[in-house]
């Protein structure tokens, strides 16, 4: 699969959630979402659980982001 690399803005907003996957967590209604901005340009609202799904799934990279293993300190893979 190819991954898309993504860009994190920095930018957390309360919006809609662009991506609006099975954890949603601001698909119907405004909640905190950040913007990453995709190899094209383009900008695209995610909310926490999206993002977190997004990078589990491996659809996307988050650049210069670390991994969920280092956050969560399971390092054995
Ligand atoms: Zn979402």
Redesign the pocket.
């Known amino acids: 699969m190819n991954r898309i690399k993504v860009r994190p803005s920095g930018i957390v907003a309360g919006g809609l959630?662009?991506?609006?996957?099975p954890?949603?967590?601001?698909?119907t209604k405004p909640s905190g979402?950040t913007y990453v901005f995709l190899p094209d340009g383009a900008q695209v609202a995610?909310?926490g659980?999206?993002?977190d799904e997004r990078v589990a799934s491996g659809a996307w990279r988050v650049e210069g982001a670390r991994s969920k293993a280092a956050r969560t300190g399971n390092m054995s893979s």
Request: proline content about 0%; some cysteine; aromatic content about 0%.
């Open positions: 959630c662009g991506v609006k996957g954890s949603c967590t601001a698909a979402i995610v909310c659980a999206c993002l």
